[in-house]
T-cell receptor, first 110, second 114 residues
């Protein structure tokens, strides 16, 4: 079974600070996705990374896929209270079977 | 276009009962999958259907079952409910379920077993 380990599990920082969330696996995934989930809602896709070494930017969010396609990171610059939420990484095994990390619960304090 | 729609949003059941949850995928999407989310285990894959056929199944007991209709709508059923089945059940859809397909999640059905 392919597993994804996400760290940290909880992160509370002040508005304006930078942060990085990590997603690691011992297995190779064909693609890796990052989701954000708010209370009472389903996960919403932020980005999909496919190519080893790929870097994608979404405003203040930067996503990187490791060269070996086993790990990924999410970096947020100048965090804002609106970034608060549960961030999930997920590896794609095909046929809509996603293997999820445990998630990082991020709190940005004003 | 409308997103993935799940019903009911909230429900409370008693141990031993059964429950059926419904999911309407995004129009044109033929792949529907189900996930269970709990605080302890996180998000776990239940099963996936494409063109009314189950293509993939997670590691859940046989009490968890599902089906897909010709219009791609899907239902999942949990029989003989246990307290541990209390969770958020999420449905997701994509065009074909193939690698690289964007997967869209519904808001989920909150099940509480008492």
């Amino acid at each position: 079974t392919q597993l994804l380990e996400q760290s940290p599990q909880f992160l509370s920082i002040q508005e304006g600070e930078n942060l990085t969330v990590y997603c690691n696996s011992s297995s190779v995934f064909s693609s890796l996705q990052w989701y954000r989930q708010e209370p009472g809602e389903g996960p919403v896709l932020l980005v999909t990374v496919v190519t080893g070494g790929e870097v994608k930017k979404l405003k203040r969010l930067t996503f990187q896929f490791g060269d070996a396609r086993k790990d990924s990171s999410l970096h947020i610059t100048a965090a804002q209270p609106g970034d608060t939420g549960l961030y999930l990484c997920a590896g794609d095994q095909g046929a809509q079977k996603l293997v999820f990390g445990q998630g990082t619960r991020l709190t940005i304090n004003p | 276009k409308a997103g993935v729609t799940q019903t009911p949003r909230y429900l409370i059941k008693t141990r031993g009962q059964q429950v059926t949850l419904s999911c309407s995928p995004i129009s044109g999407h033929r792949s529907v999958s189900w996930y269970q989310q709990t605080p302890g285990q996180g998000l776990q894959f239940l099963f996936e259907y494409f063109s009314e056929t189950q293509r993939n199944k997670g590691n859940f007991p046989g009490r968890f079952s599902g089906r897909q209709f010709s219009n791609s709508r899907s239902e999942m059923n949990v029989s003989t409910l246990e307290l541990g089945d209390s969770a958020l059940y999420l449905c997701a859809s994509s065009a074909t379920g193939g690698l690289g397909n964007t997967i869209y999640f519904g808001e989920g059905s909150w099940l509480t077993v008492v």
